[in-house]
T-cell receptor
Framework: GDSVTQMEGPVTLSEEAFLTINCTYTATGYPSLFWYVQYPGEGLQLLLKATKADDKGSNKGFEATYRKETTSFHLEKGSVQVSDSAVYFCALSPNYGGSQGNLIFGKGTKLSVKP | DTAVSQTPKYLVTQMGNDKSIKCEQNLGHDTMYWYKQDSKKFLKIMFSYNNKELIINETVPNRFSPKSPDKAHLNLHINSLELGDSAVYFC?????????????FGPGTRLTVL
């Protein structure tokens, strides 16, 4: 079945460091890909998404490119801030049959940014 | 104005009890979902409703029953609660059930079964 694998955390960085969180997927057809962020004690918020191959999603300095050839959707940010400390989830949404719209999540990566 | 709201935020109860969690969205969306987040933060879909029709029912025990009185509400009833039901339950909604649609999540309900 469809699945998402993302790098294990926790990840600890200093402020202004470069961030990469790896995400790869296995899916039938052409899923949509998402990054969601969960701040402590809160629900999930969409960070960015891409709905077809080679699309780049971007928001708040974060970017991710939908790479079908490598089945990847890695999250990057050039300079992290303390306020970016959160848990980041990579997810896919299948585009076929009864599973359409069913978000399948990776296990989450906890990011801590130190001043 | 909160887009997706859930009540209660915290729920502590004894094993064997029956409880409900309510969810409401004011976004005018057609599709609503329930997700379970376990103690390791892993998220898994439980149910999905599209225009009040159940369209996904993952392998969830039949002690869990979703009820949708109208398009804006999706409640979750849990019978005979077990220790393993302790988790955070998130409600979400999207415009349609298309794979490209963004899902908007509520703040979560932390259920603790003693």
């Amino acid at each position: 079945g469809d699945s998402v694998t993302q790098m294990e955390g926790p990840v600890t960085l200093s402020e202004e460091a470069f961030l990469t969180i790896n995400c790869t997927y296995t899916a039938t057809g052409y899923p949509s890909l998402f990054w969601y962020v969960q701040y402590p004690g809160e629900g999930l918020q969409l960070l960015l998404k891409a709905t077809k191959a080679d699309d780049k999603g971007s928001n708040k300095g974060f970017e991710a490119t939908y790479r079908k050839e490598t089945t990847s959707f890695h999250l990057e940010k050039g300079s992290v801030q303390v306020s970016d400390s959160a848990v980041y989830f990579c997810a896919l949404s299948p585009n076929y049959g009864g599973s359409q719209g069913n978000l399948i999540f990776g296990k989450g990566t906890k990011l801590s940014v130190k001043p | 104005d909160t887009a997706v709201s859930q009540t209660p935020k915290y729920l502590v109860t004894q094993m064997g009890n029956d409880k409900s969690i309510k969810c409401e969205q004011n976004l005018g969306h057609d599709t609503m979902y329930w997700y379970k987040q376990d103690s390791k933060k892993f998220l898994k879909i439980m149910f999905s409703y599209n225009n009040k029709e159940l369209i996904i029912n993952e392998t969830v025990p039949n002690r869990f029953s979703p009820k949708s009185p109208d398009k804006a509400h999706l409640n979750l009833h849990i019978n005979s609660l077990e220790l393993g039901d302790s988790a955070v339950y998130f409600c979400a909604s999207s415009q349609t059930s298309r794979s490209t649609d963004t899902q908007y999540f509520g703040p979560g309900t932390r259920l603790t079964v003693l």
